[in-house]
């Protein structure tokens, strides 16, 4: 059975930075494209960043590039989400979810973690 389970959420002030963690069991990161998304309050899930498995190349939404970094430790299975000059709109719980597709749509996903909450103050 594959758990997914997100951390390091909190609260900052805009300008500051958190680190996401995503662990997983019962499956391999060095076997699946991981990706995180997140959930504004009345808004759809979105797609953030992903790594791929292969190359571990990186792509990232309009709204995070150059502010996220995505990243993964294949030794402990986790990845992390770095998260620098947060803004308000940030605020949203962040899930973590993981497939052999390509593909940045929500609703191809099966499992997810339960999230964890990021609240960016201005």
């Known amino acids: 059975q594959v758990q997914l389970v997100e951390s390091g959420g909190g609260s900052v002030q805009a300008g500051g930075s958190l680190r996401l963690s995503c662990a997983a069991s019962?499956?391999?990161?060095?076997?699946?494209?991981v990706y995180w998304f997140r959930q504004a309050p009345g808004k759809e899930r979105e797609f953030a960043a992903t790594?791929?498995?292969?190359?571990?190349?990186?792509y990232y939404a309009d709204s995070v590039k150059g502010r996220f970094t995505i990243s993964r430790d294949i030794a402990r299975n986790v990845v992390y989400l770095q998260m620098n000059s947060l803004k308000p709109e940030d605020t949203a719980v962040y899930y973590c979810?993981?497939?052999?597709?390509?593909?940045?749509?929500?609703?191809?996903?099966?499992?997810w973690g339960p999230g964890t909450q990021v609240t960016v103050s201005s």
């Open positions: 019962g499956l391999s990161f060095s076997s699946y494209n």
């Open positions: 790594i791929t498995w292969r190359y571990s190349n990186t």
């Open positions: 979810t993981a497939s052999r597709r390509t593909t940045t749509t929500s609703a191809d996903f099966d499992s």
